[in-house]
Each structure stands twice: as structure tokens, then as C-alpha cells.
């Protein structure tokens, strides 16, 4: 069964940057779609990007266009959420899900991933 484990979390200073994996185990992630997903105190987990497995088209929640960038590496079965230009308002507990169907248009939508991993908290304050 397909397992997902997050790492790379941290505190930062607003415009600083990090780098998040989610390294899968058991399967490989190459016919699944993958989601990150962010939950911050107080408020509902939310999409924040998703690549697909067919075509590896990407998408984004419109607040972090422009300053992350998901990526996969098949070969490490592993997928990653560049983040730059952090903002205060980016500190929540981040996850990485994966699907193996994903509906058109569903890439940033919580029930359409049915693996989840444990999280990983950012924290941007100075």
C-alpha cells in the first residue's frame, strides 16, 4: 500500500524559502497524482498545488502562483513543493496526498485523495 511521509518543514523569516519532499513507500508514485495541501490554526486544510500522473501538468492555488513550484522525481519517488517569497499567511501544517484517478479539475479538492501523509509544519515569522 501505497505510504507518504513529509519532510522539510520549518520556521523561516517572511521572503525566505523552503523546500518540501514527500518521499512514497510501497507502490510507486508514478501512476498516482499528487497534491499538497496546507491546514492553518483555526481554519480548513486547503489545496495549494497538484501535479498530474499522466502529463505532469501542474496547478496552483492563485495566492502562491508565481512563488512555488511542485515537481516529481520518479526516480526517487518522491515529489516536491519549492516555496520562495514566504509570507506570514503560509504558516500551516503542510501535506502531500495522492490519488490514483483524479477527476478533471479536482486536482486541489481534499476528497479526491485517498492517501495522506502526516504533515509537516512551516512557520514564516521573524
Known amino acids: 500500500q501505497l505510504q507518504l511521509a513529509e519532510s522539510g518543514g520549518g520556521l523561516v523569516q517572511p521572503g525566505g524559502s523552503l523546500r518540501l519532499s514527500c518521499a512514497a513507500s510501497?507502490?510507486?508514485?508514478?501512476?498516482?497524482?499528487v497534491g499538497w495541501f496546507r491546514q492553518a490554526p483555526g481554519k480548513e486544510r486547503e489545496g495549494v498545488s497538484c501535479?498530474?500522473?499522466?502529463?505532469?501538468?501542474?496547478d496552483y492555488t492563485d495566492s502562491v502562483k508565481g512563488r512555488f513550484t511542485i515537481s516529481k522525481d520518479n526516480a526517487k519517488n518522491t515529489v516536491y513543493l519549492q516555496m520562495t517569497s514566504l509570507k506570514t499567511e503560509d504558516t500551516a501544517v503542510y501535506y502531500c496526498?495522492?490519488?490514483?484517478?483524479?477527476?478533471?479539475?479536482?486536482?486541489?479538492?481534499?476528497?479526491?485523495?485517498?492517501?495522506w501523509g502526516q504533515g509537516t509544519q512551516v512557520t514564516v515569522s521573524s
Open positions: 510501497g507502490e510507486t508514485l508514478d501512476y498516482y497524482a
Open positions: 496526498a495522492a490519488t490514483g484517478i483524479l477527476a478533471v479539475g479536482a486536482g486541489l479538492v481534499e476528497d479526491a485523495y485517498n492517501y
Open positions: 501535479i498530474s500522473s499522466s502529463d505532469g501538468s501542474t
